[in-house]
């Protein structure tokens, strides 16, 4: 017996052992656009592995070892060869074989022109999404804010806010041709989807009021009065740690390519900003709600990712349950004076537990005291609830987005990393106290679901809204102004901010006087026209009975004189998204 055991042990030692594969698995993207490449061709020199890039641009190939040398060929591009290193994970640009364009103008307007009419990336945007039947998604009902005699009632209370998805999903009806549902315009989330130049605060002060006054466009006895309120810049490096939960919806609703895969692909931008001293821990659901990834440093990256890129979808939606526990492991990770929040990405197509609107709110204002913040992300069509993730977001100190593509992720998780993520302002309220001397009648347009009413003002269920890391808020009234008004430099309001900090329970409030001094709307700032153009386009879709002479071809007309510096072409965007709808008929020429 003891003869055989050591023959057994020295055919073993005699034997090689099979060689052990090393998997490697990464993403190939254009080297100029960033868009993802599918089709690209990945094999290893000298051995018979071979895959090919899906389409969002991922692949997974196994080497013989961390010698091995990887080639990416795509026709359109030059081929390239990596070692595949120490490294389990790859992000590979491509350069294209075309000849690039010089002219960065021309360039810019490609790119405008490409994300309206397919998004930066054909293969995330919603123009393959089949069905065009929308009867199964939901909206809060809007009633458009009405004038407002200043001998009735001189003060007009809402809350700040920089949510933007209504801008981003009314894009999506554009590009798929589609009515607009009215209710789906929500105009503060048009005007804030764009960047302003107001300047920062002065140091030390959190937030900064600005104003501009002059002549409006669409009614020539009105006048327009802009109010924007900026955030402080913080820089990434002095940005607190973060300690975020990922809450991600993989129920049967989430297969579709425009909801989960464009979700992880969403994800995997924002976790390539995470800094060593963030964490993340990730819980899916379904059915029932599960832990995939307990709290981990933001420097591991390839285990975040992992366990991203692994999930699927599949079941029901347990909404409430999932929420919970999220808003559990977060508080168990809790990190005084640093950023913590829940990060949700869902159709909003809760049916396991309680499911409404209503308790939806109910649950999420028993967790707002807890110090932990809300990011809401929209994704899909058809059986998208936007009013319950804005239910959500709104009672949760939190913000909006709905991602259409790939490019509006990279403009969230990326471009507005922080002011996405790091809130320095919270519960913010303004109080426009007008001047009846000089202001007849005032209307806030849009805000309609953030108006406060006095009544309401003791309760602790209303709250004001948020300001991220050098954001700007805007808000627009449309002014009647009294006949034989005073002189330019009376005052035309005072507003009153109130916010806390964000990591301070202490309600803080700055004042401002709104100078009466009016401009001509043609001599008005670029920010000013601009936003007025939005303003209106807005209007017209919601068919506003305040719309006066406007029309289609004046906001055309209006954009295209206000684009100045236009950070990421989203201006531009804007006037192609205009010609779509002016082209499909859906807004009054």
Same mark, same amino acid.
Request: glycine share 8%; proline share 4%; with cysteine.
């Given at each position: 017996?003891?003869?055989?055991?050591?023959?057994?042990?020295?055919?073993?030692?005699?034997?090689?052992? &099979?060689?052990?594969?090393?998997?490697?698995?990464?993403?190939?993207?254009?080297?100029?656009?960033?868009?993802?490449?599918?089709?690209?061709?990945?094999?290893?020199?000298?051995?018979?592995?071979?895959?090919?890039? %899906?389409?969002?641009?991922?692949?997974?190939?196994?080497?013989?070892?961390?010698?091995?040398?990887?080639? $990416?060929?795509?026709?359109?591009?030059?081929?390239?060869?990596?070692?595949?290193?120490?490294?389990?994970?790859?992000?590979?640009?491509? %350069?294209?074989?075309?000849?690039?364009?010089?002219?960065?103008?021309?360039?810019?307007?490609?790119?405008?022109?490409?994300?309206?009419?397919?998004?930066?990336?054909?293969?995330?945007?919603?123009?393959?999404?089949?069905?065009?039947?929308? $009867?199964?998604?939901?909206?809060?009902?809007?009633?458009?804010?009405?004038?407002?005699?200043?001998?009735?009632?001189?003060?007009?209370?809402?809350?700040?806010?920089?949510? &933007?998805?209504?801008?981003?999903?009314?894009?999506?009806?554009?590009?798929?041709?589609?009515?607009?549902?009215?209710?789906?315009?929500?105009?503060?989330?048009?005007?804030?989807?764009?960047?302003?130049?107001?300047?920062?605060?002065?140091?030390?002060?959190?937030?900064?009021?600005?104003?501009?006054?002059?002549?409006?466009?669409?009614?020539?006895?009105?006048?327009?009065?802009?109010?924007?309120?900026?955030?402080?810049?913080?820089?990434?490096? =002095?940005?607190?740690?973060?300690?975020?939960?990922?809450?991600?919806?993989?129920?049967?609703?989430?297969?579709?390519?425009?909801?989960?895969?464009?979700?992880?692909?969403?994800?995997?931008?924002?976790?390539?900003?995470?800094?060593?001293?963030?964490?993340?821990?990730?819980?899916?659901?379904?059915?029932?709600?599960?832990?995939?990834?307990?709290?981990?440093?933001?420097?591991?990256?390839?285990?975040?990712?992992?366990?991203?890129?692994?999930? =699927?979808?599949?079941?029901?939606?347990?909404?409430?349950?999932?929420?919970?526990?999220?808003?559990?492991?977060?508080?168990?990770?809790?990190?005084?004076?640093?950023?913590?929040?829940?990060?949700?990405?869902?159709?909003?197509? $809760?049916?396991?537990?309680?499911?409404?609107?209503?308790?939806?709110?109910?649950?999420?204002?028993?967790?707002?005291?807890?110090?932990?913040?809300?990011?809401?992300?929209?994704?899909?069509?058809?059986?998208?609830?936007?009013?319950?993730?804005?239910?959500?977001?709104?009672?949760?100190?939190?913000?909006?987005?709905?991602?259409?593509?790939?490019?509006?992720?990279?403009?969230?998780?990326? &471009?507005?990393?922080?002011?996405?993520?790091?809130?320095?302002?919270?519960?913010?309220?303004?109080?426009?106290?007008? %001047?009846?001397?000089?202001?007849?009648?005032? &209307?806030?347009?849009?805000?309609? %679901?953030?108006?406060?009413?006095?009544?309401?003002?003791?309760?602790?269920?209303?709250?004001?809204?948020?300001?991220?890391?050098?954001?700007?808020?805007?808000?627009?009234?449309?002014?009647?102004?009294?006949?034989?008004?005073?002189?330019?430099?009376? =005052?035309?309001?005072?507003?009153?901010?109130?916010?806390?900090?964000?990591?301070?329970?202490?309600?803080?409030?700055?004042?401002?006087?709104?100078?009466?001094?009016?401009?001509?709307?043609?001599?008005?700032?670029?920010?000013?026209?601009?936003? =007025?153009?939005?303003?209106?386009?807005?209007?017209?879709?919601?068919?506003?009975?305040?719309?006066?002479?406007?029309?289609?071809?004046?906001?055309?007309?209006?954009?295209?004189?206000?684009?100045?510096?236009?950070?990421?072409?989203?201006?531009?965007?804007?006037?192609?998204?205009?010609?779509?709808?002016?082209?499909?008929?859906?807004?009054?020429?």
């Amino acid at each position: 017996m003891q003869r055989l055991l050591m023959l057994l042990v020295s055919l073993i030692i005699l034997v090689p052992g &099979r060689a052990q594969k090393i998997w490697i698995s990464g993403a190939v993207e254009d080297s100029i656009s960033h868009n993802p490449l599918p089709g690209v061709i990945v094999t290893v020199n000298h051995d018979t592995a071979k895959v090919i890039t %899906n389409q969002y641009g991922l692949f997974r190939i196994a080497v013989p070892s961390q010698d091995a040398i990887l080639l $990416f060929q795509h026709n359109g591009y030059f081929p390239k060869s990596l070692s595949a290193g120490a490294y389990s994970r790859m992000l590979v640009q491509l %350069n294209s074989r075309e000849e690039i364009q010089e002219d960065v103008a021309k360039k810019a307007k490609a790119i405008a022109r490409e994300r309206s009419s397919n998004g930066s990336n054909p293969n995330y945007s919603n123009s393959g999404m089949g069905t065009r039947a929308f $009867f199964d998604e939901t909206y809060g009902t809007l009633y458009e804010n009405k004038f407002v005699e200043t001998g009735i009632k001189n003060t007009s209370l809402f809350a700040i806010d920089v949510d &933007r998805a209504a801008y981003s999903n009314i894009r999506r009806f554009v590009k798929l041709k589609e009515k607009i549902p009215v209710n789906a315009v929500r105009i503060e989330e048009m005007l804030n989807y764009f960047h302003y130049h107001y300047p920062l605060p002065p140091p030390g002060q959190t937030l900064a009021i600005y104003s501009k006054y002059a002549t409006c466009p669409w009614a020539d006895e009105h006048r327009l009065l802009q109010i924007a309120v900026r955030g402080k810049s913080v820089n990434v490096d =002095s940005l607190p740690p973060s300690n975020l939960v990922f809450l991600i919806d993989v129920s049967g609703s989430m297969a579709t390519p425009n909801k989960l895969p464009l979700l992880q692909a969403a994800f995997r931008i924002l976790v390539n900003n995470l800094r060593s001293n963030d964490h993340v821990a990730i819980v899916a659901y379904a059915g029932a709600p599960g832990i995939i990834l307990p709290s981990t440093p933001g420097n591991e990256k390839v285990k975040i990712l992992n366990a991203i890129d692994y999930l =699927s979808a599949g079941g029901a939606t347990a909404g409430e349950a999932a929420i919970k526990l999220a808003y559990q492991i977060a508080e168990e990770n809790f990190i005084k004076d640093g950023n913590n929040r829940v990060i949700m990405a869902t159709d909003g197509d $809760f049916n396991v537990g309680q499911t409404s609107d209503h308790d939806m709110e109910q649950l999420i204002l028993g967790k707002k005291e807890t110090g932990v913040l809300l990011t809401c992300l929209g994704f899909g069509m058809k059986n998208y609830k936007d009013s319950k993730l804005e239910t959500l977001s709104s009672k949760g100190n939190g913000n909006f987005a709905y991602i259409d593509n790939l490019e509006e992720a990279n403009k969230i998780f990326a &471009r507005e990393f922080g002011s996405t993520l790091f809130t320095v302002a919270k519960d913010i309220q303004a109080d426009v106290v007008f %001047n009846p001397r000089t202001v007849k009648s005032y &209307r806030l347009i849009g805000y309609e %679901n953030k108006v406060i009413q006095e009544e309401d003002t003791a309760s602790d269920k209303i709250s004001g809204g948020i300001i991220g890391a050098g954001h700007c808020a805007v808000a627009m009234y449309e002014i009647v102004p009294q006949d034989g008004m005073a002189a330019a430099d009376s =005052s035309l309001a005072t507003v009153n901010l109130s916010y806390r900090e964000a990591v301070d329970t202490t309600m803080k409030t700055i004042s401002y006087t709104v100078s009466g001094e009016l401009t001509l709307f043609k001599e008005a700032s670029n920010d000013f026209r601009f936003a =007025s153009a939005v303003a209106l386009m807005g209007m017209l879709l919601r068919k506003s009975a305040y719309k006066g002479n406007g029309t289609c071809n004046m906001v055309m007309d209006i954009a295209k004189r206000s684009l100045g510096d236009d950070p990421g072409g989203y201006r531009k965007e804007f006037i192609v998204l205009l010609k779509g709808l002016k082209k499909s008929g859906k807004i009054e020429d």
